[in-house]
């Protein structure tokens, strides 16, 4: 072993005094549990020392230079930590302290390590090697092989008191099973139909669990050289498996869930299936000692706590109960059950069919008859609240009973309010303070819907009830009262809303308006007021499409009429929504996903349950009473399956999200607002591969709070811009995707809605939208936006765009050359207005569109929906050998007054260059100032000024710099330092109130976040 770094561990991830490393959220490549309640976690080169019982970060340390920490293991007194090359031990005594750290470079890569009976550590490399390492941990002692020297993808290794066993997993899809004390081959075990990406041992060494290219989780007898089984249940490729010792096999995978697999009678069977982690793969998994605790470790950087023991499985931990048992189970004849309802976590509501209501006491495991009535025999609607103990029931004549089922002696019955009025078709049950509201529709929905007011107080007595004048075709589905006056909105299953003001003097009120279609044509599943301020209500609305919005009813008090406004528009990644509700730590959704029914927390990302119950065409009631204790009941062949969660401290728990992250795939773009809804964190917004929007709070520590992740773009986003006043968000994606989100700030929370989208031409869009550029103007009194998007295939499109109308308006169509535009940049005086362009033929070309946007501005609408002639260049410079990347026009004092305008451009050929675009006589012209061939060793992909003269780079090769633009427009080196984030590929900057730093976020596989101090801020 070669050492090329000895010295102190650091705290923090990257120091210099100015320019800093804060945080990193990128892939999480190894986790170890050590001692009770330590959790170490390789975060690129740093690693990260967690609480995992508070749920704290003790302490980050930065050990290697480059690589990045791919294993990690515990011995009796060290613990070894790998990656790539690079080998390094630590004193476990001193974890918590300042140590000195090694960092050793072999000539192959580690693939695994471990340690001998003897407590020496061993490693086994790509080619199939075992290294035995000396006991002061400093250098190979001995090497073993045993004659197959083929190239692995995985490895695993065993010790007993007299020798080393390792499993090699080849890239031909065939186990190599050696010894190092005979070093010669045992076994091969072959069955596999790919590259064996990991294999583990189980506890006593007799058998082995693989995965494989081909999806699959084999378990092998080692004795036989046997498949005892194969398991099949990732989606995609697995990468990682744990063998636990009551042959429990946990595997984590490409498709980003974590399975737990029971082997039992000779079968593979997977029990728990876990969703926590966004975008793709989840690389790292880790046991604790007690074999329940189980934390992953995802691209998306997010580091997640799981108790095995707690979470239910999919074939245990039910209570089922035969439609038979139930009468058997009561001492009267009650008949068959037909609807059901929870009235607290422990309790269940029947009614059957032949008019008894019957309680489940699932503590006390008894029945009791609460409710007979003859009325309810043959049809009856059964409801409940969520936050009371009372049943509701409507029968076939219009009569609606209010039942306590703690002390059913307080009941009351409440006839229909007009005399013919037909069945009860649907019953939401309401409440405000001590009342309880009902809402009713009658027969075919033309009626009269009643509306009635209860107080619980004192028995129960009916307060007032009116009739809501009936819409047509409006069969409801949902409702939602407000909090702080008498406002009622309702939902259709045919995606309407209503919204009535209750004036208990009114026999009879109308709606204050009605609006079809508001998400589309799909039941509006639920409805929940969420924020209420001078008049105003934001309601949350869920759609069974997967679909949810917020929007903002304004009701007039001159006009007795309401406007709706939408403030936002969302979809989950997959499945249905059947209901919603907003918990201390976010936004809860719950529906169905094929055959399952799942609850999801849609602000944190993560899934609380899932639950095979054959899909959404059966009786079910689902009742949340907190982030860990829920009740989910359905029907399923002729049996009742109740699941009832309690203080679970699963995923909403709050040591269960141990690391927050970003997103799991390639962060292309990402911008800070000019507004915040925090003044103590920058406003973000970013865009990546996994085709999401995701808004989040940047705090001064680096800490992130997650807001929101928007869906709406089918294909990778390429860019994000904010408007100059922090009102509309821009993004372009592949697919010609331009869109247009307006931003609504409420409180903490972020909305965004789709306003519009600029139009496509084409059935097939097959072009990526590089780029954009977007300018404030007026246009007819109002303010609108300019805008021009580039393209692909070298198209360069010029639009209006008009918030008040929603619409873009296409002025002129241009085209550069046939090569792709990666990059585009606006420039202006008092007199003219330009286009840049950067382009992969490396030049930089400009356009004077001074002309087109006068035209445009000063046109009637009429005239300006006839395309205007795109103009001529003005000029065309080749300042690259290969494509413009990056590109910037950086701010240099007397700039406006010279008219000269300074261009800093990066590109593949990893060049950064200064070129000037001066205005000489009636015209800019161009020249090349000055260029720095070598200013990094790959794709320079971004560039981002810090202040006047002070100009930042990222490049693919994972260096930051800083350069000084000199007077003579030269660029000195300032800074050149390294950041975690792989494919580095853009920047953004921000200021928070009151700090001292500016803060500087790095986009790429994961996000960094440095502060650059006031001391660069001077120009150093």
Same mark, same amino acid.
């Given at each position: 072993?070669?050492?090329?770094?000895?010295?102190?561990?650091?705290?923090?991830?990257?120091?210099?005094?100015?320019?800093?490393?804060?945080?990193f959220?990128?892939?999480?490549?190894?986790l170890?549990?050590?001692?009770?309640?330590?959790?170490?976690?390789?975060?690129?080169?740093?690693?990260s020392?967690?609480?995992?019982?508070?749920?704290q970060?003790?302490?980050?340390?930065?050990?290697?230079?480059?690589?990045?920490?791919?294993?990690?293991?515990?011995g009796q007194?060290?613990?070894?930590?790998?990656?790539a090359?690079?080998l390094?031990?630590?004193?476990?005594?001193?974890?918590?302290?300042?140590?000195?750290?090694s960092?050793y470079?072999?000539?192959?890569?580690i693939?695994?390590?471990?340690?001998?009976?003897?407590? +020496?550590?061993?490693?086994?490399?790509?080619?199939?090697?075992?290294?035995?390492?000396?006991?002061?941990?400093?250098?190979?002692?001995?090497?073993?092989?045993?004659?197959?020297?083929?190239?692995?993808?995985?490895?695993?290794?065993?010790?007993?008191?007299?020798?080393?066993?390792v499993?090699?997993?080849?890239?031909?899809?065939?186990?190599?099973?050696?010894?190092?004390?005979?070093?010669?081959?045992?076994?091969?075990?072959?069955g596999?139909?790919?590259?064996?990406?990991?294999?583990?041992?189980?506890?006593?060494?007799?058998r082995?669990?693989s995965?494989?290219?081909?999806?699959?989780?084999?378990? %092998?007898?080692?004795?036989?050289?046997q498949?005892?089984a194969?398991? %099949?249940g990732?989606?995609?490729?697995?990468?990682?498996l744990?063998?636990?010792?009551?042959?429990?096999?946990?595997?984590?995978?490409?498709?980003?869930?974590?399975?737990v697999?029971?082997?039992?009678?000779?079968?593979?069977?997977?029990?728990?299936?876990?969703?926590?982690?966004?975008?793709?793969?989840?690389w790292?998994l880790?046991?604790?000692?007690?074999?329940?605790?189980?934390?992953?470790?995802?691209?998306?950087?997010?580091?997640?706590?799981? +108790?095995?023991?707690?979470?239910?499985?999919?074939?245990?931990?039910?209570?089922?109960?035969?439609?038979?048992?139930?009468?058997?189970?009561?001492?009267?004849?009650?008949?068959?059950?037909?609807?059901?309802?929870a009235?607290?976590?422990?309790?269940?509501?029947?009614?059957?069919?032949?008019?008894?209501?019957?309680?489940?006491?699932?503590?006390?495991?008894?029945?009791?008859?609460?409710?007979?009535?003859?009325?309810?025999?043959?049809?009856?609607?059964?409801k409940?609240?969520?936050?009371?103990?009372?049943?509701?029931?409507?029968?076939?004549?219009?009569?609606?009973?209010?039942?306590?089922?703690?002390?059913?002696?307080?009941?009351?019955?409440?006839?229909?309010?007009a005399?013919?009025c037909?069945?009860?078709?649907?019953?939401?049950?309401?409440?405000k303070d001590?009342l *309880?509201?009902?809402?009713?529709?009658?027969g075919?929905?033309?009626?009269?819907?009643?509306?009635?007011?209860?107080?619980?107080d004192?028995?129960?007595?009916l307060?007032?009830?009116v009739?809501?004048?009936?819409?047509?075709?409006?069969?409801?589905?949902?409702?939602?009262?407000?909090?702080?006056?008498?406002?009622?909105?309702?939902?259709?299953?045919f995606? $309407?809303?209503?919204?009535?003001?209750?004036?208990?003097?009114?026999?009879?009120?109308? $709606?204050?308006?009605? %609006?079809?279609? =508001?998400?589309?044509?799909?039941?509006?599943t639920?409805?929940?007021?969420?924020?209420?301020?001078?008049?105003?209500?934001?309601?949350?609305?869920?759609?069974?499409?997967?679909s949810?919005?917020?929007?903002n009813?304004?009701?007039?008090?001159?006009?007795?009429?309401?406007?709706?406004?939408y403030?936002?528009?969302?979809r989950l990644?997959?499945?249905?929504? &059947?209901?919603?509700?907003?918990?201390?730590?976010?936004?809860?959704?719950?529906?169905?996903?094929?055959?399952?029914?799942f609850? %999801?927390?849609?602000?944190?990302?993560c899934?609380?349950m899932?639950?095979?119950?054959?899909?959404p065409?059966?009786?079910?009631?689902?009742?949340?009473?907190?982030?860990t204790?829920f009740?989910?009941?359905?029907?399923k062949?002729?049996?009742?399956?109740?699941?009832?969660?309690?203080?679970?401290?699963?995923?909403?728990?709050p +040591?269960?999200?141990?690391?927050?992250?970003?997103?799991?795939? &390639?962060?292309?773009?990402?911008?800070?607002?000019?507004?915040?809804?925090?003044?103590?964190?920058?406003?973000?917004?970013s865009?990546?591969?996994?085709?999401?929007?995701?808004?989040?709070n940047?705090?001064?520590?680096g800490?992130?709070? +997650? *807001?929101s992740?928007?869906?709406?773009?089918?294909?990778?986003?390429?860019?994000?811009?904010?408007?100059?006043?922090g009102r509309?968000?821009?993004?372009?994606?592949?697919?010609?995707e331009?869109?247009?989100?307006?931003?609504?700030?409420?409180?903490?929370?972020?909305?965004l809605?789709?306003?519009?989208?600029?139009?496509?031409?084409?059935?097939l869009?097959?072009?990526?939208?590089?780029?954009?550029?977007?300018e404030?103007?007026?246009?007819n009194?109002a303010r609108?936006?300019?805008?021009v998007?580039?393209?692909?295939?070298?198209?360069?499109?010029v639009?209006?765009?008009n918030p008040?109308?929603? &619409?873009?308006?296409?002025?002129?169509?241009?085209?550069?050359?046939?090569c792709?535009?990666?990059k $585009?940049a606006?420039?202006?005086?008092?007199?003219?207005?330009?286009?840049?362009?950067?382009?992969?033929?490396?030049?930089?070309?400009s356009w004077?569109?001074?002309?087109?946007?006068?035209?445009?501005?000063c046109?009637?609408?009429?005239?300006?929906?006839?395309?205007?002639?795109f103009?001529?260049p003005?000029?065309?410079?080749?300042?690259?050998?290969?494509?413009?990347?990056?590109?910037?026009?950086?701010?240099?004092?007397?700039?406006?007054?010279?008219?000269?305008?300074?261009?800093?451009?990066?590109?593949?050929?990893?060049c950064?260059?200064?070129?000037?675009s001066?205005?000489?006589?009636?015209?800019?012209?161009?020249?090349?100032?000055?260029?720095v061939?070598?200013?990094?060793?790959?794709?320079?992909?971004?560039?981002?000024?810090?202040?006047?003269?002070? =100009?930042?780079?990222?490049a693919?090769?994972?260096?930051?710099?800083?350069?000084?633009?000199?007077s003579? #427009?030269?660029?000195s080196?300032?800074?050149?330092?390294?950041?975690?984030?792989?494919?580095?590929?853009? =920047?953004?900057?921000?200021?928070?109130?009151? #700090?001292?730093?500016?803060?500087?976020?790095?986009?790429?596989a994961?996000?960094?976040?440095w502060?650059?101090?006031?001391f660069?801020?001077?120009?150093?």
């Open positions: 072993m070669v050492a090329i770094k000895q010295g102190y561990a650091t705290d923090g991830m990257t120091a210099t005094s100015d320019f800093k490393a804060i945080q959220y990128g892939p999480v490549t190894s170890a549990f050590v001692r009770s309640n330590i959790l170490l976690a390789g975060r690129g080169s740093n690693l020392i967690y609480d995992w019982n508070l749920g970060v003790l302490k980050e340390v930065n050990l290697f230079k480059r690589s990045k920490i791919q294993g990690i293991a515990e007194s060290t613990i070894m930590v790998w990656g090359c690079s390094g031990f630590i004193d476990k005594n001193v974890l918590l302290e300042e140590f000195n750290f960092e470079i072999l000539r192959d890569w693939l695994a390590g471990g340690w001998d009976y003897h407590g +020496n550590a061993c490693i086994v490399t790509a080619h199939n090697l075992l290294l035995h390492i000396s006991s002061d941990c400093k250098r190979v002692e001995k090497i073993s092989t045993c004659g197959v020297g083929c190239i692995l993808y995985s490895a695993s290794i065993f010790s007993n008191s007299d020798d080393v066993i499993a090699a997993g080849t890239v031909f899809g065939s186990i190599e099973i050696w010894s190092s004390k005979n070093q010669a081959v045992v076994s091969s075990l072959k596999h139909e790919g590259s064996i990406f990991n294999l583990k041992f189980s506890k006593n060494g007799r082995l669990v995965c494989s290219d081909d999806r699959s989780i084999r378990i %092998w007898d080692l004795c036989s050289s498949c005892l194969v398991g %099949w990732h989606s995609a490729r697995i990468w990682q744990i063998y636990l010792g009551d042959d429990t096999i946990i595997s984590t995978g490409e498709d980003s869930t974590t399975r697999w029971r082997f039992h009678d000779g079968m593979l069977n997977c029990v728990q299936v876990w969703e926590g982690h966004s975008g793709r793969s989840i790292s880790a046991v604790a000692e007690d074999d329940n605790t189980v934390s992953t470790g995802g691209a998306d950087g997010r580091i997640r706590l799981w +108790n095995r023991a707690n979470k239910p499985s999919m074939i245990e931990d039910r209570r089922t109960i035969n439609f038979d048992d139930v009468a058997r189970s009561i001492t009267i004849k009650c008949g068959s059950i037909k609807q059901y309802i009235v607290r976590a422990t309790a269940y509501a029947f009614s059957t069919m032949i008019g008894y209501l019957v309680l489940l006491d699932t503590v006390e495991n008894s029945w009791k008859q609460i409710y007979y009535s003859p009325a309810l025999a043959g049809y009856s609607i059964l409940g609240w969520d936050d009371k103990p009372f049943c509701c029931v409507g029968d076939r004549r219009g009569f609606v009973y209010i039942i306590d089922s703690d002390d059913p002696s307080r009941c009351i019955t409440i006839a229909p309010l005399e013919i037909g069945k009860v078709t649907e019953i939401i049950p309401l409440s001590n *309880l509201y009902v809402l009713v529709q009658y075919d929905g033309e009626t009269p819907w009643s509306f009635f007011a209860l107080q619980v004192n028995g129960l007595s307060e007032y009830s009739a809501l004048e009936a819409q047509p075709t409006f069969p409801i589905a949902s409702a939602c009262i407000h909090p702080k006056s008498d406002v009622i909105v309702v939902g259709s299953r995606g $309407a809303l209503a919204i009535y003001s209750i004036t208990a003097t009114h026999a009879t009120i109308s $709606a204050s308006g009605c %609006w079809r279609r =508001v998400m589309s044509e799909d039941c509006i639920s409805l929940t007021a969420t924020y209420i301020d001078d008049g105003n209500i934001d309601i949350l609305l869920t759609s069974r499409n997967g949810y919005s917020v929007c009813i304004i009701l007039s008090s001159d006009t007795e009429t309401a406007t709706l406004d403030l936002h528009l969302n990644a997959k499945g249905s929504i &059947e209901g919603a509700t907003y918990l201390p730590d976010g936004l809860v959704v719950w529906g169905f996903r094929n055959n399952y029914f609850v %999801w927390n849609e602000t944190l990302q899934e609380i899932s639950e095979i119950c054959g899909g065409h059966r009786q079910w009631n689902f009742r949340i009473y907190s982030p204790e009740s989910f009941v359905y029907t062949a002729s049996s009742i399956c109740i699941v009832n969660v309690g203080d679970s401290g699963d995923p909403s728990s +040591n269960s999200i141990l690391q927050e992250g970003s997103h799991g795939r &390639e962060i292309r773009a990402i911008t800070v607002a000019p507004l915040t809804n925090d003044r103590n964190a920058l406003l973000v917004a865009g990546a591969e996994d085709t999401c929007i995701r808004l989040c940047v705090f001064g520590n800490h992130l709070r +997650n *807001l992740v928007v869906r709406k773009h089918v294909s990778g986003i390429q860019g994000l811009k904010w408007s100059t006043n509309y968000l821009f993004s372009s994606a592949a697919r010609e331009f869109i247009c989100w307006k931003v609504t700030i409420r409180g903490k929370n972020v909305y809605y789709p306003i519009c989208s600029a139009p496509i031409e084409t059935d869009p097959d072009l990526r939208v590089m780029d954009f550029v977007v404030d103007t007026i246009y009194g609108c936006y300019f805008v998007t580039v393209y692909s295939d070298s198209a360069i499109k639009w209006l765009f008040s109308k929603a &619409e873009f308006r296409l002025l002129s169509i241009g085209r550069y050359k046939t792709c535009i990666f $585009a606006f420039y202006s005086t008092d007199e003219s207005f330009h286009l840049l362009i950067g382009s992969s033929d490396g030049h930089i070309t004077d569109l001074s002309k087109l946007r006068q035209a445009a501005l046109s009637p609408a009429c005239e300006t929906a006839r395309k205007i002639k103009p001529d003005e000029w065309s410079l080749a300042v690259h050998q290969s494509g413009v990347k990056s590109l910037i026009i950086v701010r240099v004092a007397d700039a406006l007054a010279h008219e000269s305008f300074t261009i800093v451009s990066g590109g593949d050929d990893n950064i260059a200064v070129t000037k001066t205005k000489r006589e009636s015209k800019f012209l161009p020249s090349k100032e000055y260029a061939a070598d200013a990094h060793a790959s794709t320079v992909t971004s560039l981002a000024q810090l202040t006047d003269g002070m =100009v930042l780079s990222a693919v090769d994972q260096h930051i710099k800083v350069w000084q633009l000199l003579d #427009s030269k660029l080196l300032v800074e050149d330092t390294y950041t975690t984030v792989s494919d580095t590929g853009c =920047v953004s900057t921000g200021s928070i109130v009151d #700090s001292a730093a500016t803060t500087l976020l790095i986009g790429g994961g996000l960094a976040i502060h650059v101090n006031n660069w801020n001077s120009g150093k």
